[in-house]
């Protein structure tokens, strides 16, 4: 089981915003949010709130849990 | 922000003709007068004495101040990357090249004291040649920061990652350093000598920790008005936690390596340990933060 995420999407969708925007607007490195966009670090709960929260939507529209069959 | 980063490459711009200027008058009287030069002789010391001591010592502020300007350079500016990925990397040597031409004035005056041939003449001059090299690039370096400091907001992009992915190269290049000179002590030089003598060699270890401290007071120096909670993101502290790890496991066979030589003194533990440590801890932080999720 992965957590998956539609940050990649949610940037696109904010005028290809670039991760180290994103990264300076929820307080990590550009590093950690690579990253997560690619599913090889899980945020905690509150960074991924963060996330979801700036781009004013709900946690499930940013992230969602990926099966091991959907996988 | 904008004024502060002019005001300190204007500083190093004249801080970078000063060093090469003091370099050119170094090496004229090096290879001119050595013996007067080095003051092979420990004769009474004459003004040119005083003035070769404070060249050294404004290159040495010189490569000091440079090298914390390009940790700056790092985080404010996206722009000049291999340029200043270069100059760190020669900067380090430089600074190590000082160090070098210590060890080579004393092997020179020895050696003309006994009356053998000199034959550290060209390295001294090498060490040299690097530290002007160092000091050219710079100029050329800053004349570039110039023309990108009037035209940038430098405000809008601040990038303190880069400051943490630094100081690990220059953990790791400290490490080997320090690691290949304890076995090279260990391994080929006089086991009497080194009993005897082995805190002559710490002023050498220092030096090779220089770059790192910097990198590491400088990140101290920007995180200081933070919690100690907020120096790190939690990607960063799970990596720290994982080499931290790494380290432990891997330092117990790098530690057993040492059996394979006869320690000289129970200092060399110490040394090896600290600067193996160093080099694990570095070299794993930079492979799980930066490597590993991108292969």
């Known amino acids: ?71 | 922000m904008n004024a502060r980063i002019k005001m300190n490459t204007g500083i190093l711009f004249i801080f970078s003709i000063i060093s090469f200027a003091s370099l050119l008058y170094i090496l004229y009287h090096v290879n001119s007068n050595l013996v007067r030069a080095i003051n092979i002789f420990k004769a009474d010391f004459e003004a040119i004495h005083y003035l070769i001591g404070l060249a050294h010592l404004l290159i040495l502020l010189f490569h000091l101040y440079a090298i914390i300007y390009i940790f700056v350079h790092f985080r404010l500016f996206q722009e000049l990357k291999l340029l200043k990925t270069i100059l760190l990397f020669l900067g380090v040597i430089s600074l190590f090249a000082m160090g070098v031409e210590k060890i080579m004035v004393d092997e020179i005056a020895r050696e003309y004291r006994h009356g053998s041939p000199i034959s550290e003449l060209y390295i001294l001059n090498f060490a040299y040649i690097t530290n002007m090299a160092f000091s050219l690039l710079m100029f050329l370096f800053l004349l570039k920061t110039f023309k990108l400091v009037a035209f940038e907001d430098i405000r809008t992009k601040y990038i303190d990652e880069k400051i943490f992915i630094i100081a690990q190269y220059l953990g790791i290049v400290a490490g080997i350093t320090g690691l290949l000179f304890t076995l090279h002590m260990i391994r080929f030089v006089r086991k009497e000598i080194l009993m005897d003598k082995f805190w002559v060699l710490i002023p050498f270890y220092i030096m090779f920790l220089i770059p790192y401290a910097l990198a590491v007071l400088y990140w101290f120096g920007l995180k200081r008005k933070q919690r100690i909670n907020d120096w790190y993101d939690e990607k960063q502290l799970q990596d720290m936690l994982k080499s931290s790890f790494t380290t432990l496991i891997l330092s117990v066979p790098g530690l057993a390596c040492l059996l394979l030589f006869q320690i000289p003194h129970s200092i060399f533990w110490i040394f090896y340990y600290f600067f193996l440590i160093m080099l694990l801890f570095s070299s794993s932080t930079l492979y799980y933060f930066k490597i590993k999720d991108t292969v």
Do not use: H, W
């Open chain 1, 1 to 71: 089981m992965k957590l998956g995420n539609t940050i990649r999407r949610c940037r696109f969708d904010r005028d290809e915003m670039s991760q180290q925007e994103l990264a300076n607007a929820v307080g990590v490195t550009r590093q950690t949010i690579f990253s997560i966009e690619k599913g090889k670090f899980i945020p905690s709960a509150l960074l991924a709130l963060k996330i979801a929260r700036f781009f004013n939507k709900s946690f499930e529209e940013v992230f969602f849990i990926v099966d091991d069959l959907q996988d």
